[in-house]
């Protein structure tokens, strides 16, 4: 990547301020990482972000086009980095998401999943109600516990009334049991991985640095606006087709 090449493409230039060519030392880059990168720098690994811009735009328009037809996406990112983001980038499109430690079974257990969220939100319900009065303050401070305990584990999933159509994950070797449930149930993964990362455990790559905020939100920011188009062309009517 050259100095025009950052100049002629203001993504790549984004990219490069967030800070997403930075891998990790060269000793931990798996082999399928080596063709996204050329180069070392302080003996960290450079990642070619003209490749990193090609692969986030192949997984945008796949997102984009799955949103389209009515799917939803689900965001995971459990690593202290990416917590925050994946929470407020999946909150703007009111989308489901994981932020924090993953439950086993959050997709191949998932009608078990969609029981503790109902109890979850009938509960929330009934306090917002005032209908728990009926119940001792030992019990009402039981089922306060419950509520709290509910919230933590099934909170960010509350919006997934089904199985998503895509997995966005940050960092998919860390998110190991997340993306192998997801290929269980054929769901495409599309995942930002950085140089110790095998590439060829998602359907849709995205090489770059994965364990700077900046550069994670940069690339959850450019997901979310594939959903929001998604959304847009979902609502637009289609033309009628005129038969000869």
Known sequence: MTETNQKMNPIIENLYKAGAHFGLVRSRRHPTARIY???????????????????LEKAKDFIRAEVAKGGQVLFVGGKNEAQAVIRSGAQKVEFPYVAGRWLGGSLTNYPEIKKRISRMEDLLSQKEKGELAKYTKKERLLIDREIIKLQGS?????????????????????????????????????????????????????????AAQASIKFFVDEIVSAIVEGKKLQLTPKEPQVHA
């Open 37 to 55: 990168t050329f180069g070392t720098k302080n003996k960290v690994e450079i990642f070619d972000l003209e490749k990193t811009h090609e692969a």
């Open 154 to 210: 099934f909170a960010g999933l509350a919006p997934m009334r089904s199985l998503p159509k895509v997995l966005f994950v940050i960092d998919a070797k860390k998110e190991e049991i997340a993306v192998k449930e997801a290929h269980k149930l054929h769901i495409p993964v599309v995942s930002l991985m950085n140089s110790d990362c095998n590439m060829r455990d998602v359907e849709f790559a995205i090489p770059g640095n994965d």
